[in-house]
C-alpha cells in the first residue's frame, strides 16, 4: 500500500476514498471501509483519508482520548483491509481552514469518483459540512458518496469511544467482539527489566508500551506471538505493587518458550481478566498466586 502525506496524488487513475479517523478500524470501520471497496471499478485504486493525529489534538490541545491504535497499527490494518493507497494527512490549521466545498474540490483534484463516509460524519471548517451536503455538492460533480449507516451490536452503535471504555475497565473480549479480527493487540520491543521473575521461577519478557490506550492495571491470560508462533501467556499490566513500583510495565510470561528475546518484537492479544494486582503479605504469597494464574492459560478459553 502507498502512504501519501498530503492531500494531493500524482496518479491519474480514478480513486474511491474512505474518510475518518478509524480508531481501531472497528466492526463499523469495516463496513465503510467494504463499501469502498463496492465502489471500485476495473482500473481504479481504493484509498482512505485519515488523520497522523487525532483532530482533537490540534482543535483542543489535551482533550484527544488515548488511541486504540498507534498509527502505524491504523495503516498495517488499512492494507489488511484491501485498501491501495492511504494518505496519513496531518491535522493542522491548513486542513482546519478548508471550508467543506474547499475540502471536497482538494479530493475531486485527486481524481476521487467515489466517497465513502459513516452517516453522520461531519467536515470543514467549524464542522459545518455534513453527508447531506457532501452527497449533493459530488453529485452535482459525478462523484458517488456512500454514507454508511451505524453498525450496532446488542442494540447499541459500535464506535471507539465504546471501545475505549471496554478497554479501560479490562473487559477485553466485549472490546474485540466489536473490534473484529485481530482484536486489541499490544506490540512492543522486549527490554530489559528488574530481572525479579527469573528469580520467582517466572521469567518474563518486558514488552516496552506503545503510546496507545492500555488495559486497567491487573494480571491477563493472553496469546502471544513471536517469530511466526503462538504461545499462551500470562500478561500483568500495572505498577509491581508488591515490589513498590511506579511506572506501569507490561510483563509476559510465555507458556513453553525458553528464548532470549531482547531488542525483538512481541505482539499480545486476545487478553481476558485474570485478577487485580495486588500486594501480597510475602513474596511466597505472591509466587504461591503466581501459581494459580497459571490455570487461566493451562487450557485457555478465548470466548
Given amino acids: 500500500m502507498r502512504v501519501h ?3 494531493a496524488r500524482a496518479s491519474e487513475r480514478p480513486l474511491v476514498l474512505a474518510i475518518g479517523f478509524f480508531d481501531g478500524f472497528h466492526r463499523g470501520h469495516r463496513e465503510i471501509a467494504r463499501r469502498t471497496l463496492l465502489m471500485r471499478k476495473p482500473g481504479w485504486r481504493a484509498g482512505v483519508l485519515t488523520f497522523a493525529n487525532h483532530p482533537a489534538s490540534f482543535l483542543r490541545p489535551g482533550s484527544d482520548p488515548p488511541l486504540l491504535t498507534t498509527p502505524e497499527e491504523r495503516i ?5 483491509a484491501g485498501f491501495e493507497e492511504c494518505f496519513a494527512v496531518t491535522f493542522d490549521d491548513a486542513i482546519a481552514r478548508l471550508s467543506p466545498a474547499e475540502f471536497l474540490d482538494r479530493l475531486i483534484a485527486m481524481n476521487v469518483k467515489g466517497v465513502a463516509v459513516g452517516s453522520t460524519f461531519r467536515f470543514g471548517h467549524r464542522r459545518a459540512g455534513d ?8 453529485a452535482d460533480r459525478g462523484v458517488a458518496l456512500a454514507a454508511v449507516d451505524n453498525v450496532t451490536d446488542g442494540g447499541e452503535r459500535i464506535s471507539s469511544t465504546r471501545i475505549r471504555a471496554l478497554v479501560r475497565e479490562g473487559r477485553l473480549g466485549e472490546a474485540d467482539r466489536l473490534l473484529g479480527s485481530p482484536g486489541y493487540e499490544l506490540r512492543g520491543a522486549v527490554e530489559l527489566g528488574a530481572g525479579r521473575g527469573h528469580g520467582l521461577g517466572f521469567p518474563t519478557a518486558n514488552v516496552r508500551p506503545p503510546a496507545k ?8 491470560s493472553s496469546v502471544a506471538r513471536y517469530d511466526g508462533r503462538d ?3 500470562l500478561v500483568s499490566i500495572g505498577t509491581n505493587p508488591q515490589f513498590d513500583g511506579r511506572d506501569r510495565t507490561v510483563e509476559a510470561w510465555l507458556r513453553d518458550f525458553h528464548q532470549t528475546v531482547y ?3 512481541l505482539a499480545l492479544r486476545e487478553f481476558r481478566f485474570v485478577r487485580n494486582q495486588m500486594r501480597f503479605d510475602g513474596v511466597d504469597q505472591l509466587v504461591e498466586q503466581m501459581h494459580a494464574d497459571l490455570e487461566a492459560v493451562a487450557f485457555p478459553s478465548y470466548g
Wanted: hydrophobic letters at 50%.
Fill in 5 to 7: 502525506h498530503e492531500l
Fill in 76 to 80: 498495517d490494518l488499512f492494507a489488511q
Fill in 131 to 138: 453527508a447531506e451536503f457532501m452527497s449533493a455538492y459530488l
Fill in 213 to 220: 490506550l492500555l488495559p486497567k492495571d491487573g494480571v491477563y
Fill in 231 to 233: 504461545f499462551a501467556a
Fill in 263 to 265: 531488542g525483538r518484537e
